[in-house]
């Protein structure tokens, strides 16, 4: 494949960075998370996100730095928590502040891309047993109904659910997210509630929200697995399973309205059948299975790096093939991809400037093979609160001080300001 090259996009691609509320806003004290992370040792830093970015009150700050960096696009979550702090009671004050946030992106001409729930929840939602209470599909269908009602009219993208099935492994199987269980069946559960929530929300956002052209889609992470012995049968076969589980089973359920075995037996969920207008990929690295008899409750599987390769910070291979991989399998539903997330935890610049090219490269290669892509998120726009891993991790195009909140826009940032504003790559730009 030739680097050196220009690489040209088509008319009106989309190009932006993502965030989520709760890493980003700061000061949400009424979600599952905030509890969950002022307990001692579940954050790997022993951090909390306090303040995180304070973007609440500093958001035209940020959103002017994205106006100065070319972005057409910016992907955002609301928070939940912040709009219904109580069952059934929702907030005008908080509902006027997100007006005000999406106002503000298109008074700068920026697409706004919604995210309705970025792994946090009301507490009033948790301590009624969360998304494993088959009442959480009306509770998201009511909240998804009063977001399209007040703010549909600022939103054309709408993702309903961000990465469904990390949130049923993190918090149901590995417990390392709230509420901390390790169930297999709960987290079966879990992804059949979402499923049911994501279909009524489809069609409730569809009915009531009056953008421009609204479209619905998910934002799906995809973490390839490949056998870590290449011939090892048994290796071979779990990577098969942790493909279909983790990357393909959400999506053909979409697709066809069933549960598919192992987490169904093919029974049909009404109103589900094709409620995806496109795709949202997230995409980060793979992982490699090893065959491991002493590891049986996780189905003797071990998931690891690629022994030699290049990593992350936080230990992730970096394998930009992976993208295109993945944009090859999601082309066959046949619906438009946009790049919902993609990025590196990286203090060296210099390797989220090199993993920005690779990635975009193997986009454009994807595209050329008939990937029907329309948009691309980089993660993130900000130093955040990254989950369990806590401030630590640096993914931000912008470095972020949370001591003083001082923000200082990286090279790589202007470097993809180059890529927004000419719909290009240029690998010039990269020596």
């Not at 932006?16 to 579940?42: F, L, M, S």
């Not at 589900?272 to 008899?293: C, H, P, S, W």
């Not at 595209?367 to 726009?381: E, I, K, N, P, T």
């Not at 826009?409 to 690998?427: E, G, H, M, T, V």
Request: aromatic letters at 12%; one cysteine or more; glycine letters at 6%.
């Amino acid at each position: 494949m030739n680097t050196n090259r220009i690489l040209e996009f088509p008319k009106g691609f989309l190009w932006g960075a993502a965030t989520a509320a709760h890493q980003v806003e700061g000061n949400n004290r009424n979600n599952d998370w905030w509890e969950w992370e002022h307990r001692p040792g579940v954050i790997a830093d022993g951090t909390t996100s306090e303040t995180a970015c304070d973007q609440y009150d500093r958001y035209r700050q940020d959103f002017d730095l994205i106006r100065e960096f070319r972005h057409n696009a910016h992907r955002l979550s609301l928070e939940w928590s912040r709009i219904e702090p109580q069952k059934g009671v929702y907030s005008s004050n908080e509902i006027a502040h997100y007006r005000r946030v999406l106002e503000a992106l298109r008074e700068r001409g920026i697409e706004p891309m919604v995210t309705l729930h970025h792994f946090t929840n009301p507490l009033w939602l948790s301590r009624e047993g969360g998304w494993e209470n088959p009442q959480v599909v009306e509770h998201f269908t009511r909240y998804a109904k009063v977001v399209a009602t007040e703010l549909g009219a600022l939103i054309r993208f709408w993702n309903t659910i961000n990465e469904p099935t990390v949130y049923a492994y993190m918090s149901y199987m590995d417990g390392i997210w709230p509420p901390g269980k390790k169930s297999p069946r709960s987290a079966a559960i879990v992804m059949t509630n979402m499923l049911r929530a994501h279909a009524l929300a489809y069609h409730i956002i569809h009915e009531t929200s009056q953008g421009p052209g609204c479209s619905v889609g998910i934002a799906k992470h995809i973490r390839l697995f490949d056998p870590l012995r290449r011939n090892h049968v048994i290796e071979k076969a779990l990577a098969g399973l942790s493909n279909f589980v983790f990357n393909w089973w959400f999506l053909d359920a979409i697709e066809t309205g069933r549960l598919a075995w192992p987490i169904g037996i093919g029974q049909k969920v009404q109103l589900l059948t094709a409620t995806q207008d496109f795709i949202g990929l997230n995409y980060y690295t793979r992982e490699m299975v090893k065959f491991d008899l002493a590891k049986p409750l996780a189905l003797f599987m071990e998931y690891l790096a690629r022994p030699g390769s290049e990593t992350s910070d936080l230990g992730w291979e970096l394998y930009p093939e992976g993208i295109h991989r993945a944009l090859m399998r999601l082309k066959r539903y046949g619906k438009p991809i946009y790049v919902t997330e993609n990025g590196v935890p990286a203090i060296n610049d210099s390797l989220r400037q090199r993993c920005l090219r690779d990635h975009l490269t193997q986009i454009h290669v994807a595209m050329r093979d008939g990937a029907d892509v329309r948009g691309y998120f980089h993660w993130s726009l900000l130093d955040n609160f990254e989950w369990e891993a806590g401030l630590k991790p640096r993914f931000g195009l912008v470095e972020v001080d949370y001591n003083t909140q001082k923000r200082s826009p990286r090279p790589s940032a202007w470097i993809y300001a180059k890529i927004a504003a000419q719909n290009k790559l240029d690998p010039a730009w990269f020596d």
